[in-house]
């Protein structure tokens, strides 16, 4: 059972018209068949059935039978054993009555489902940092063991270590030591200072103290005391068998994205759906026992740091009345903690987990750590409550929405405030919001963190390159041109013209020193700044690095996957796997460049029914090597970078090829195509929504890409409608 | 050729090498012959990429199928590093995992293990978890290297929760270790030295999965089919953590002795890099052998790389696949061409690739035979599948899979024998294999009809 959301989508969006049909909507959300169109022949036919490279089906004549038939037998093309059976019977049947112009057409916008979606890494990361983080008073110390474990006490308060530091300290407790060194898996557990062991030296106060940098991730250690005596580290909270009866200590390091205390070190990888760019599809997070072993540690670490400052983070008389100030902490954190108000059930049990606890301390603990881990804090909530014949989020669910849609982290007071008061279960109240939003900085980030999403550009971090021709490919370059993305992005939409066209086609990149010397960029020194092209080569983010190298072989360019990144990426042109037998990736030949070498694509008439769509897309970039460097020649032998652009709207669409010279020329090209605009639109909708998008959603993303073609492609713009838009508050 | 480092390379490799000696001084111990009451004791899945020399597109022979009758068969120069293990596997002719979704590698790493088309289900190693597993405390142990290279997306992972739905293995050995054996993780409640009962940060876990507990059945009410499932997942989650903690799972029996991590040439840097790939698939066999040793779980998964893989094996130093000048990836040596050509390049490596993929196997293999087990050793008691998503690398086809069951499974199969079949379904195998555990499953995925004929003793 569907339903439309008749009023708002008209009004606010200027959705197409549409004269309505029957009341009776065909479930396109509920169609088994649909699903496997849009996976198999939506491609070639089509995403409404209007064609393309295959006929048009929508209103076909064909009957049941006949359509089963030819699926069975035919289609898809390169393998029709794809579907067969129960698939083709589901299939023939959503063609004959889901691809019906009456069906089809809008008036109204669907609700999008209801969903928990479990917080993402980075979500999370943010969350607790912008919950607990940096308003924390200093602990003041007279001493390092006055601090946590891993801070030292510098002028008198209590200081965090560097991510990759650690502070070391032991109390002697009166006894005469000569040394005491650290020794471990980082120093092949030396026995002596001299053999390399870490030597602690003697504060005022007698204490052996040395902060030393040591490698990220996790090591065992132990202390030794006059190079004799072999001692587990007494401040520290973790330890494991050292294989003689006794514990070493351990210790965990990382300099993850925000440096230091990334307290999602230990979370299991974060997988998402093949196709899908974005880091939050909703249906892909689940939690095994290994996420809650995961999030239970972190949750303990956190909650054991946050109560041994409650006395100061939350002042109140704890040794006199400590259930007052169990009121008074719950208060302060437990909405901001559930993206809730508690019920009373909850407040109750947290409640009951402090006072009844044996110290303070103990039971705030015991209560943060259980709310952390909370079903309420893990996943956010976009369930609404009923409202008509549906459901319609709650205030706090939309604020917790936009906040994480737009910020990428949890509330702030505004938001809250204005859940409270009742203005976020409108459009205009959302919309104003979300205005206000897009003034903070906040928001460069996640369109940053978008952007770098969008053109697949995470696995630079990650991606072989070989290490003796791409000597200079290090973590730091890396790192660097995974920022110029991040940059570049939040420049143009915030700081440039803010449209897609800018960031497909600018003239102009954002890069730091070293991602401009990769380059070869000169005169940049410092931190990210935009700096002009100048040089007709690059454009946009077709000239990233974060696309070029990741769209490439270790040794080699790859013209396909760059072409494919264009069509799947950019214009939502989900081309089918190669059939079974096709051919590698051609050998590397010193008497052909990678252009030559891959032509065969073309020739084979088998290939070229897909390759003619993906080869002329790629083939502009060969001037950019396997670490998206410009390159004159290939090795000394000439390169022929010019391309050529076919079906740009929908496979089999438009009249031939159009042949381009150079990337600015492709870029712009694509710029005012409506494939890569609707493309854009449905890639910001996947990663606002959290899934991929159905033709029960067409309404919803007609009116969003009508409205986003008007404006000219700005994007600020298409952030604001995503969120007004009637199928965001509106739920089935 | 099996490259197994001698004690005395065991004892001098390693930053913590030193610290080993009690922990293989363990394994000269008889262990614990009680409560062995036949079936198997636990299954190792070891899963990689991309297939192997099967026949050709120009119909040449398999270069890996073993050749000649039930005991009277021949192993191929590629199945030769088992050899010393010849009794105690089985070698299949003939098993097909019939069609497939979505594309020849992702499909079949899908059905690989869930037996059904897409993946719509769950797979055959969480079943048994969830089941005979269930008293564990780690019910799954899913363990990985390179697996989650460049943010691998969902269908490169072949263990499934629940339909569609995949989890990722864990990649870092030692963050494995540490969940498994590190301090995080009280002892199960028993008698003598290591009872934890009393520790308040136990009590305190309890009561958080408690309260957790009570807000999830608390939201399940209002959600859909989906999401109750997912909430569900996390149900089991926290009844596994609870039973963990001693809340009267029974989770009892472990002795895991002093556990042993070699982590030569394993760092944050180097977790990614191919030339140290071999180090950590190591590590990770290492740690399985642990954890199914010492009975922390029943059921461990091993997938080494993921399909269509991008792993520079020519990186792989002191094995004749090295070449530092030219860069072959697994999936490129897969797409050797039509015919078994020895003048190309990628067939060559291929070939190579694929043998050395049987060598960590026997490695897997040899580890367990070092350990005692009740009147034989580990491998007796075991159930290891050796396991990738297509046969031919170059043809994708999903018959005449590639599939070595080792081990005697604690009496219930009879190994030592190449068992031949005409596209029999490999789901009757997978279905053979709960048997064995002692699950009397009736069927699974697609499953022709009943565990596979002749395996099962």
Redesign the interface.
């Known amino acids: 059972m569907s339903r439309a959301v008749p009023l708002l989508a008209v009004v606010i969006l200027g959705a197409g018209g549409g004269c309505g049909g029957g009341r009776d909507r065909y479930d396109y959300a509920a169609s088994e068949g649909a699903t496997r169109y849009a996976e198999l022949c939506a491609v070639c036919h089509g995403e409404e059935g209007q064609g393309g490279l295959g006929p048009v089906l929508v209103d076909s004549p064909r009957t049941l039978e006949h359509l089963r038939d030819t699926i069975e037998t035919r289609m898809p093309p390169n393998d029709p054993s794809r579907c067969t059976g129960a698939c083709a019977d589901e299939l023939a049947r959503f063609i004959r009555d889901g691809l019906r112009s009456d069906a089809l057409a809008c008036d109204g916008v669907e609700p999008s489902p209801r969903q928990l979606r479990l917080l993402t890494r980075r979500e999370y990361r943010a969350t607790v940092h912008d919950l607990f983080g940096d308003d924390a008073p200093a602990l003041a110390c007279a001493r390092a063991t006055d601090c946590a474990y891993r801070d030292g006490c510098v002028a008198g308060a209590c200081e965090p270590s560097a991510c990759n530091a650690h502070t070391f300290v032991f109390d002697p407790q009166g006894r005469a030591l000569s040394t005491v060194h650290v020794a471990g898996t980082f120093n092949g557990w030396a026995g002596t200072i001299a053999a390399g062991g870490l030597a602690l030296t003697r504060d005022a106060d007698g204490l052996f103290v040395g902060t030393f940098t040591l490698p990220e991730g996790s090591s065992a250690y132990k202390l030794v005391l006059d190079e004799g005596e072999w001692v587990t580290d007494p401040r520290g909270t973790a330890t494991q068998p050292d294989g003689f009866g006794g514990q070493n200590s351990v210790l965990a390091l990382s300099c993850g994205d925000d440096g230091g205390d990334d307290p999602t070190v230990g979370f299991p990888a974060e997988t998402r759906p093949a196709g899908f760019l974005f880091d939050d599809h909703a249906g892909a997070g689940v939690v095994t026992s290994v996420h809650l072993d995961a999030y239970l540690a972190a949750a303990e670490a956190l909650a054991d740091r946050l109560a041994a400052a409650a006395a100061t983070r939350w002042p109140c008389d704890w040794a006199g009345d400590r259930g007052g100030c169990a009121d008074a902490l719950l208060d302060a954190t437990a909405r901001g903690v559930l993206r809730r108000r508690p019920t009373a059930d909850e407040r109750a049990r947290y409640r009951a987990l402090i006072v009844d606890a044996a110290s303070a301390t103990e039971g705030v603990a015991t209560a943060l750590h259980a709310m952390l881990v909370s079903p309420a804090f893990l996943y956010r909530a976009e369930l609404g409550e009923p409202h008509g014949d549906g459901y319609r989020l709650t205030g706090d669910e939309v604020a917790a929405a936009l906040s994480y849609g737009l910020w990428g982290t949890t509330p702030d007071a505004a938001l809250w405030a204005a859940a409270d008061a009742g203005e976020l279960t409108t459009p205009d109240g959302i919309e104003r919001h979300v205005r206000r939003m897009l003034d903070d900085p906040r928001a460069r980030d996640l369109v940053g963190r978008f952007a770098l999403q969008w053109v697949s550009g995470e696995a630079i971090e990650t991606v072989d390159k070989q290490p003796d021709r791409f000597a200079g490919f290090d973590a730091r370059v890396r790192a660097a041109l995974a920022a110029e993305t991040r940059n570049f992005a939040a420049h143009v939409v915030f700081d440039g013209g803010g449209t897609l066209r800018e960031l497909l086609t600018a003239d102009y990149t954002v890069v730091d020193e070293v991602a401009a010397a990769h380059y070869g960029i000169a005169g940049v020194t410092g931190g990210p700044r935009p700096v002009p092209y100048g040089d007709g080569r690059r454009a946009g983010v077709l000239g990233h690095a974060t696309m070029l190298a990741t769209q490439a072989h270790s040794d080699q360019t790859s013209p396909i996957r760059r072409g494919l990144f264009v069509r799947r990426n950019l214009l939502c042109h989900d081309l089918p796997p190669p059939p079974p037998t096709a051919g590698g990736v051609p050998d590397v030949d010193p008497d052909a460049t990678t252009r030559e070498r891959f032509a065969q694509h073309t020739a084979d008439p088998v290939c070229a029914g897909c390759h003619t769509y993906i080869d002329g897309l790629g083939f502009g970039f060969e001037h950019f090597d396997p670490v998206g460097r410009w390159r004159d020649d290939e090795d000394g032998r000439p390169i022929d970078a010019t391309g050529e652009v076919r079906g740009l709207e929908g496979l089999g669409t438009g009249a031939g090829a159009t042949p381009y010279a150079t990337v600015p020329e492709l870029a712009a090209m694509l710029a005012d195509s409506d494939a890569a605009a609707a493309c854009f639109v449905r890639q910001s909708f996947r990663f606002t929504r959290g899934y991929v998008e159905t033709l029960a959603e067409r309404c919803a993303r007609r009116s969003l890409t009508e409205r986003f073609r008007a404006s000219g492609g700005d994007i600020r713009e298409l952030l604001v409608d995503l969120f007004v838009s009637p199928d965001f508050l509106e739920r089935r | 050729m099996i490259t197994r480092p001698s004690r005395r390379d065991l004892l001098r490799l390693g930053?913590?090498g030193?610290?080993?000696?009690?922990?293989l001084l363990r394994r000269d111990r008889r262990a614990r012959a009680d409560a062995l009451t036949g079936g198997a004791r636990r299954l190792i899945v070891f899963y990689f990429p991309d297939g192997v020399v099967g026949a050709s597109?120009n119909g040449e022979p398999s270069e890996w199928h073993p050749t000649g009758g039930e005991t009277g068969f021949t192993l191929p120069w590629m199945l030769e590093p088992l050899a010393p293990f010849r009794d105690q596997c089985v070698f299949f002719r003939g098993l097909s995992m019939g069609?497939t979704?979505?594309?020849?590698h992702?499909g079949g790493a899908k059905k690989l293990l869930t037996a059904t088309d897409g993946g719509y289900g769950r797979s055959i190693d969480q079943h048994l978890a969830a089941t005979v597993g269930a008293d564990r405390p780690?019910?799954?142990l899913?363990l990985g290297a390179m697996a989650?290279?460049?943010?691998?997306?969902?269908?490169?992972?072949i263990s499934y929760?629940?339909p569609g739905?995949?989890?990722?293995?864990?990649?870092?050995p030692?963050?494995a270790?540490?969940?498994l054996?590190?301090?995080?993780?009280p002892p199960p409640p028993g008698p003598g030295p290591g009872t934890d009962g009393d520790d308040?940060?136990v009590a305190?876990?309890r009561?958080?999965?408690d309260?957790?507990r009570?807000?999830?059945l608390?939201?399940r009410g209002?959600?859909?089919t989906?999401?109750q499932q997912?909430?569900d997942?996390?149900a089991?989650?926290?009844r596994?953590?609870e039973a963990r903690l001693g809340g009267g799972g029974g989770g009892g029996g472990a002795s895991c002795g002093?556990?042993?991590l070699d982590?030569t040439g394993i760092?944050?840097?180097t977790l990614?890099d191919?030339g140290h790939f071999p180090d950590v698939l190591r590590a990770q066999i290492d740690l399985a052998v642990q954890a199914t040793a010492c009975e922390l779980t029943r059921v461990a998964v091993i997938q080494a790389s993921s399909h269509t893989s991008?792993l520079?094996m020519s990186r792989f130093a002191d094995t004749p696949m090295y070449d530092?000048?030219?860069?072959m990836?697994s999936?490129?040596?897969?797409?050797?061409?039509?015919a078994h050509d020895e003048a190309r390049?990628?067939f060559l490596a291929y070939r190579l690739q694929r043998r050395w993929w049987v060598e960590q196997f026997a490695y897997l293999l040899d580890q367990l035979r070092q350990w005692p087990e009740g009147d034989g050793t580990m491998l007796d008691h075991s159930l290891v599948l050796l396991c990738t998503e297509v046969c031919d690398g170059?043809?994708?086809?999903h018959d005449d899979m590639p599939l070595v069951l080792a081990g005697g499974g604690g009496g219930a199969i009879r190994p030592g024998r190449l068992l031949s079949f005409s596209y029999r379904r490999h789901a009757d195998l997978l279905l053979a294999i709960a048997h064995a555990m002692g699950d009397p499953l009736g069927s699974f995925g697609d499953a022709s009809g009943g565990p596979l004929p002749g395996l099962l003793a």
Not at chain 2, 148 to 157: F, W
Not at chain 2, 181 to 185: H, K, R
Not at chain 2, 324 to 327: M, N
Not at chain 2, 331 to 338: D, I, K, T
Request: net charge negative.
């Open positions: 930053a913590a030193a610290l080993a000696l009690p922990w597109q069609s979704d979505a594309g020849s992702p780690f019910r799954h899913y989650n290279h460049n943010g691998a997306s969902g269908d490169k992972h929760v629940g739905q995949t989890v990722p293995p864990e990649d870092d030692r963050a270790f540490q969940r054996f590190g301090a995080g993780t308040p940060r305190r876990r009561s958080v999965l309260t957790s009570q807000e999830l608390a939201l209002r959600l859909d989906r999401d997912r909430l997942l996390h089991e989650a926290i596994e953590l002093e556990p042993y982590t760092d944050g840097s990614y191919p991008e520079i530092p000048g030219f860069d990836r999936h490129q040596a897969s797409h050797y061409g039509p390049r990628e170059n043809t994708h086809l």
